[in-house]
Nanobody
Framework: QVHLVESGGGLVQPGGSLRLSCAASGSGLSINAMGWFRQAPGKEREFVAAITWSGDSTSYADSVKGRFTVSRDNAKNTVYLQMNSLKPEDTAVYYC???????????????WGQGTQVTVSS
């Protein structure tokens, strides 16, 4: 069973940067892709970015392209989300999730972390 733990959230000013981490642990890790999602207050959870475990493919939501970068460190079983040029509308709880293939659809992700709060405000 896979266990995911996010970290790195916090308060940052507009235009600032944060790097989120998602550490995966557990036996029988059969993860082929990791995704990042976010949920703002009063809104539905939405796709942000995803990466294959091999790192050869990535996918981004249009709203974060050019500002966010997803990467992974297989030796540490960790996926990262580097967030630059942050905007107030990026404020949300960010979740990482594991899937068997690269996809933007939440229903394909079977294991989720507990989430980490990102607040962009001056």
């Amino acid at each position: 069973q896979v266990h995911l733990v996010e970290s790195g959230g916090g308060l940052v000013q507009p235009g600032g940067s944060l790097r989120l981490s998602c550490a995966a642990s557990g036996s029988g890790l059969s993860i082929n892709a990791m995704g990042w999602f976010r949920q703002a207050p009063g809104k539905e959870r939405e796709f942000v970015a995803a990466i294959t475990w091999s790192g050869d493919s990535t996918s981004y939501a249009d709203s974060v392209k050019g500002r966010f970068t997803v990467s992974r460190d297989n030796a540490k079983n960790t996926v990262y989300l580097q967030m630059n040029s942050l905007k107030p509308e990026d404020t949300a709880v960010y979740y990482c999730a594991a899937a068997r293939f690269l996809t933007q659809f939440q229903s394909s992700y079977g294991t989720w972390g507990q989430g980490t709060q990102v607040t962009v405000s001056s």
